[in-house]
C-alpha cells in the first residue's frame, strides 16, 4: 500500500456514513424546524396509537348490530353518551368504525411506501448506475407506466386479483415505482461523479461495493421521499377502490363505511355525523404526509426552493 | 431521427404495451367470457360454435394476433349484457366525460393560477401561510368524498341542485347539442365539476407560485423594477405571463390524467360518463365493454402524454430537442 492510497482508505471508509448522517441529520434538523412538518408527525403518531391499540379503543364491535334497551334495532341514532358519533342504519357503532377503519388504511399506506421506495431505489441504482440495457428497459417501462391510467388500472387488477388490500397496493406500487427510479436514476448519475466515488474505485472497491456500500446510502433520502409519496396516494386509492364497491366488504374502512353511507342515503337524510368523520380521517393522514414531505422535498431538491 | 418522428414512434410503443396489457388481464380475468352468449339449452356444438365466432377455440398467440388485428379495424366486440357494439356504447357516453374534464379543468386553471400568482406575489405573508396548507388539504381529500359533502349540502340539504344523473329522466330533445346546451345540462353538470374542480385546481396553485417566485427572480423583472414600474404591472404584466408556461403542458396531461381519474366523481354524481360505464362494466363482468372503456380512457392518456411533451418543447427554448 503506497502512501496515497494509505491515505485515501480511511476517508473513504468516513466519507459515506458520514454523508449518510448528514442527510439524516438534515431531515431531522427539518422535521425540528420546520412546524407544519412537526404537524404531520405528530398526525402520523397519533393515528398509528390508534391503530395499534383500535381493538381495545372501539366500544364495540364495529359489524355488531346493536339494540336499544327497550329491544328495537339501535338504528341511525344521533351522537350521544353511549355512541359519540351515533348509529348507522343498521344499528352499527359508528365511533367504533372510524377506529377499526385506522388499520387498512395505515397498512396500505406504509407497505405500498417500501414496496415503491424498495423497488424505485433497486431500480435506479442498476440504471443509474451500469446504464446500457437496464437504463433503456426503464426508461420505457416509465413510458408505459405512464400510459396506464391509474384508479381505472387499480379497479381491473382487484377485478382479477381480488379485493384484499394487498392486491391494491401491488397495483399501486406498479404505477409508482417507475417514478422512484428515474429520480434515484439521476442522483446517482451525478453521484458516480463525485470524488468519493473515485476514491474508493482508485482504492480497488469492487462495482458492487461500490453502488450499495457507497452510492447507495446518499440516494436514501430520496426513496425516503418518494415512500413518502406513496402513503398518501395508496390510501386515496384503497379509499375510491372502496367507495366503488371493489374492496374487501368483510373488512371495515373508512373507504367502506363512506361507501356504506353512500349507498345508505346517509346524504339524503343528512346524518352528517355518519359520513364527515372519516372523511376527516382520510384527509388528516394524507395531508399528513404532505407536510412532512413538502419542506423536505425543498432540502432535497436545492433547485426548486424558492426563499430567495 | 427528428424528434417529432421519434416520439411519435415512442407513442406507438405505448399504445401497443398498453393494448397488450389490457388484452392480457382480461384474458385472465376469472370466468369463460364466452358464458354469456351460452344457453344452458345449447346443444355441445351449438356452444363451440359460439367459443368458434369469439376465436376461444384458438391458441392464445393467435387470439392475441386476432384481438390486435380488430384493434386497428376498430372491432371492439359485442357487450354480454347489451349485446350490442360496445364501441358505439362508449361513444355514447364520451362527450359527457370530455365535458366534465373541460369544464373542471377550466374553472379549476382559471382559479388555480390566479390564487397561485397571488400566493407568490404576497409571499411570507398571512396570506400565504393560510393558503398553502389550504390548498395541500384539497389535494388530499378524497373527490368521493368531496362529492359527498356538496350532495349532502347543495342537492339534499338546500336542494339548489340535482343530485345525480345528466338530464332530467325522460326529458326529450331535438339534437345532442340541443341536450349539452340545455340548462338542464348546465345544472347537472354544476356539482360534479366544482367537486374536481376542488381537487384539480392545487396544481395550478402550486405550480404558478413557484414557477412566479422563479420569474420574479430574473433580471427582466428587476430590470422593470429599476424602471420605476408599479408593483402590479410587473406582477401582471412581466412575472405572471411567463410564469404561465409551465401551467400549459400541466393542463394537457392534467386533461388526460382526468378522465381516467374522474371514475370516482362520475359514479358519486351518477354521470353517465366513461368511467361510471367502466366501473359498471367491470361490476357486471361485462369484460369486452370494460375493455373498450379502458383502452379509450388510456388512448386520451397517451395522446395527452405527447402533446404535453410537445408542447413543453415547444413553449420552452431551453429545452433541447435532442432529449430520449
Known amino acids: ?308 | 431521427m427528428p424528434y417529432l418522428i421519434r416520439r411519435l414512434l415512442q407513442m406507438a410503443f405505448v399504445l401497443w404495451a398498453v393494448a397488450t396489457i389490457v388484452f392480457l388481464m382480461f384474458r385472465l380475468m376469472p370466468g369463460d367470457p364466452s358464458a354469456a352468449f351460452i344457453d344452458p339449452t345449447f346443444t355441445v356444438e351449438q356452444q363451440q360454435a359460439v367459443r368458434a365466432q369469439f376465436g376461444l377455440d384458438r391458441p392464445l398467440p393467435q387470439q392475441y394476433l386476432i384481438y390486435l388485428g380488430n384493434l386497428l379495424h376498430g372491432e371492439f366486440g359485442l357487450s354480454f349484457r347489451q349485446r350490442q357494439p360496445v364501441l358505439g356504447m362508449v361513444l355514447e357516453v364520451l362527450p359527457n366525460t370530455l365535458l366534465l374534464t373541460l369544464t373542471a379543468l377550466l374553472i379549476a386553471y382559471a382559479f388555480g393560477t390566479l390564487l397561485g400568482a397571488l400566493m407568490a406575489w404576497k409571499r411570507g405573508g398571512r396570506f400565504e401561510a393560510i393558503s398553502v396548507p389550504l390548498v395541500l388539504t384539497t389535494r388530499a381529500a378524497p373527490e368521493f368524498w368531496v362529492g359527498m359533502v356538496m350532495l349532502a349540502i347543495f342537492a339534499f340539504g338546500l336542494g339548489w341542485l340535482p343530485s345525480g344523473g345528466a338530464n332530467v329522466a325522460g326529458a326529450q330533445y331535438a339534437s345532442e347539442w340541443d341536450r349539452i346546451l340545455s340548462l338542464d345540462y348546465l345544472r347537472h353538470l354544476a356539482l360534479p365539476a366544482l367537486t374536481l374542480a376542488i381537487y384539480l385546481q392545487g396544481l395550478p396553485a402550486l405550480l404558478m407560485r413557484s414557477s412566479m417566485l422563479e420569474v420574479m427572480r430574473e433580471e427582466f423583472v428587476t430590470m422593470a423594477r429599476m424602471k420605476g414600474l408599479p408593483e402590479r404591472t410587473i406582477m401582471l404584466r412581466h412575472a405572471a405571463r411567463n410564469a404561465l408556461l409551465p401551467l400549459v403542458t400541466a393542463f394537457a396531461l392534467g386533461f388526460g390524467q382526468s378522465v381516467g381519474g374522474n371514475v370516482v366523481v362520475e359514479n358519486v354524481f351518477s354521470w353517465p360518463g366513461l368511467g361510471r360505464l367502466l366501473a359498471e362494466a367491470i361490476a357486471n363482468s361485462d369484460y369486452p365493454l370494460a375493455q373498450c372503456a379502458f383502452l379509450l380512457i388510456a388512448l386520451v392518456l397517451v395522446l395527452m402524454n405527447f402533446l404535453a411533451d410537445l408542447l413543453y418543447g415547444l413553449l420552452d427554448p431551453r429545452v433541447a430537442h435532442g432529449r430520449g
Open chain 1, 1 to 308: 500500500m503506497d502512501v496515497a492510497e494509505a491515505r485515501a482508505a480511511p476517508a473513504v471508509a468516513a466519507l459515506p456514513i458520514r454523508r449518510r448522517r448528514g442527510a439524516w441529520a438534515a431531515f431531522a434538523r427539518h422535521l425540528l424546524r420546520d412546524p407544519y412538518a412537526l404537524i404531520g408527525i405528530s398526525i402520523y403518531a397519533i393515528f398509528v396509537v390508534v391503530g395499534l391499540t383500535a381493538p381495545w379503543l372501539a366500544p364495540y364491535d364495529p359489524m355488531e348490530i346493536l339494540f336499544t334497551a327497550d329491544g328495537g334495532l339501535a338504528a341511525s341514532l344521533p351522537p350521544s353518551a353511549d355512541h359519540w358519533l351515533g348509529t348507522t342504519n343498521l344499528g352499527r357503532d359508528i365511533v367504533s368504525q372510524l377506529v377499526m377503519g385506522t388499520q387498512p388504511s395505515l397498512i396500505v399506506g406504509l407497505s405500498a411506501a417500501v414496496a415503491v421506495a424498495s423497488i424505485g431505489t433497486v431500480v435506479g441504482l442498476l440504471a443509474g448506475y451500469f446504464g446500457g440495457a437496464v437504463d433503456q428497459v426503464l426508461m420505457r417501462v416509465t413510458d408505459i407506466v405512464l400510459g396506464l391510467p391509474f384508479l381505472p388500472f387499480v379497479i381491473v387488477v382487484t377485478a382479477l386479483l381480488g379485493p384484499e388490500l394487498q392486491n391494491i397496493v401491488f397495483a399501486v406500487a406498479v404505477l409508482l415505482w417507475p417514478n422512484a427510479a428515474r429520480v434515484i436514476r439521476s442522483q446517482v448519475l451525478t453521484l458516480s461523479q463525485r470524488q468519493f466515488v473515485e476514491a474508493a474505485r482508485v482504492t480497488g472497491a469492487g462495482e458492487w461495493r461500490i453502488l450499495f456500500v457507497h452510492v447507495a446510502p446518499s440516494v436514501l433520502p430520496f426513496s425516503a421521499l418518494y415512500g413518502a409519496f406513496a402513503v398518501g396516494w395508496a390510501i386515496l386509492t384503497q379509499a375510491s377502490i372502496a367507495f366503488l364497491g371493489f374492496g374487501d366488504s368483510s373488512a371495515i374502512s373508512w373507504g367502506t363505511m363512506l361507501q356504506d353511507a353512500y349507498a345508505s342515503q346517509a346524504l339524503d337524510r343528512g346524518q352528517y355525523f355518519w359520513f364527515l368523520p372519516a372523511g376527516f380521517c382520510i384527509v388528516l393522514v394524507v395531508l399528513a404526509g404532505f407536510l412532512v414531505s413538502r419542506g423536505y422535498e425543498d432540502l432535497l431538491f436545492p433547485k426548486l426552493r424558492d426563499d430567495t
